[in-house]
């Protein structure tokens, strides 16, 4: 029972790195930049949040790698790629704005010198 708790978790984790990631992939977007602050995000933004975002699918696949045996990390690691893609899909649709929590240190400051 306390493996099993234990894989939940882990699993639980990595499904949230993977929304995570792909959301700071799509902030480092123009348009998605646009959509969530008013204007795109500066170069340098931009490059930390791919940096952030590969990273934090990079510990998605870790944690799904500690949790199960690799054939099976990586059927439910490519299936959290697709349910944060979608997550992050309907949030930019839905609630663009709210993705702003995601990257406190970008502000409407940051993105309006680049205008």
Known sequence: MHEA????????????ASIVGMAWLALAMPAHGQQVWGAPVSPAHARALRV??????????????????????????????????????????WRARWLALLAPWIGAADTAATR
């Open 52 to 93: 952030l975002g590969a990273v934090a699918l990079a510990v998605s696949l870790a944690l799904c790698l500690a949790s199960d045996h690799a054939s099976m990390a990586a059927l439910v690691w490519v299936m959290s790629l697709a349910g944060g893609a979608f997550a992050t899909a309907m949030a930019l649709a």
């Open 5 to 16: 708790s234990h894989a939940a978790w882990l699993l639980t984790a990595a499904l949230l």
